[in-house]
């Protein structure tokens, strides 16, 4: 995988299929300009996942392979894309029995779909620095329209690198069965042993475009 830094190709071929066209914004005398590329930074981003085990707490883990790229401009928002892949064999919750179940048929299927991707279709201001952003989330092969919660999106700033960075959170619920996940088991006391709601996490870190 390509470092941010070193990266300079062009916005679209992380989800194959996906529409390039870039977004642009029209300025006050008629002429429209590109909405600038960002690069998502493995190195300095996160993407995790919770979902509640035994009606008791919260199981989490972590995907550590992942990549994406943005077209953003703060002066028109609303016109934010987002494309994004997760590889599904790189999940950890810190125990390996689990984390190959998790990696096998009854869940991710990651030998058979190793790719989980992200590729959004319309974005909504709904307050200063949040969006709520439209897509089509792909897991295990079956796509479903989900709506990222992307929040607290910072302006730019230059790292020591003298690279321009921005930042933002995001994050999403979405049903395992809604994904050919459904495996469970009945508790003698009532409930069953993996809840079916999963909350999805991002913590990201956009290195601009060259």
């Given at each position: 995988m390509p470092t941010p830094?070193?990266?300079?190709?062009p916005f679209g071929p992380i989800v194959a299929g996906m529409d390039t066209t870039t977004t642009a914004s029209t300025q006050p005398n008629g002429n429209t300009t590109p909405a600038t590329r960002w690069t998502l930074d493995p190195g300095h981003s996160a993407v995790g996942f919770s979902v509640r085990h035994l009606m008791i707490t919260n199981v989490r883990g972590v995907f550590a392979k992942f990549r994406g790229e943005v077209a953003y401009d703060a002066a028109r928002p609303e016109a934010m894309r987002i494309e994004a892949a997760i590889e599904a064999a790189s999940l950890d919750t810190r125990e390996a029995k689990r984390d190959g179940d998790l990696r096998g048929p009854l869940f991710f299927d990651a030998d058979n779909h190793p790719q989980m991707t992200f590729v959004s279709k319309g974005a909504a201001v709904v307050g200063e620095g949040e969006l709520d952003v439209t897509g089509d989330l792909t897991i295990r092969g079956v796509t479903r329209e989900v709506t990222l919660a992307v929040r607290d999106i910072t302006g730019p700033q230059t790292d020591m690198r003298g690279s321009v960075r921005m930042g933002a959170t995001a994050s999403a619920r979405v049903k395992r069965s809604d994904f050919g996940m459904t495996?469970?088991?009945?508790?003698e006391t009532g409930g069953v042993v993996v809840g079916d709601v999963v909350t999805i996490t991002l913590d990201v870190s956009l290195v601009k475009a060259s």
């Amino acid at each position: 995988m390509p470092t941010p830094h070193a990266t300079g190709r062009p916005f679209g071929p992380i989800v194959a299929g996906m529409d390039t066209t870039t977004t642009a914004s029209t300025q006050p005398n008629g002429n429209t300009t590109p909405a600038t590329r960002w690069t998502l930074d493995p190195g300095h981003s996160a993407v995790g996942f919770s979902v509640r085990h035994l009606m008791i707490t919260n199981v989490r883990g972590v995907f550590a392979k992942f990549r994406g790229e943005v077209a953003y401009d703060a002066a028109r928002p609303e016109a934010m894309r987002i494309e994004a892949a997760i590889e599904a064999a790189s999940l950890d919750t810190r125990e390996a029995k689990r984390d190959g179940d998790l990696r096998g048929p009854l869940f991710f299927d990651a030998d058979n779909h190793p790719q989980m991707t992200f590729v959004s279709k319309g974005a909504a201001v709904v307050g200063e620095g949040e969006l709520d952003v439209t897509g089509d989330l792909t897991i295990r092969g079956v796509t479903r329209e989900v709506t990222l919660a992307v929040r607290d999106i910072t302006g730019p700033q230059t790292d020591m690198r003298g690279s321009v960075r921005m930042g933002a959170t995001a994050s999403a619920r979405v049903k395992r069965s809604d994904f050919g996940m459904t495996w469970n088991k009945a508790l003698e006391t009532g409930g069953v042993v993996v809840g079916d709601v999963v909350t999805i996490t991002l913590d990201v870190s956009l290195v601009k475009a060259s």
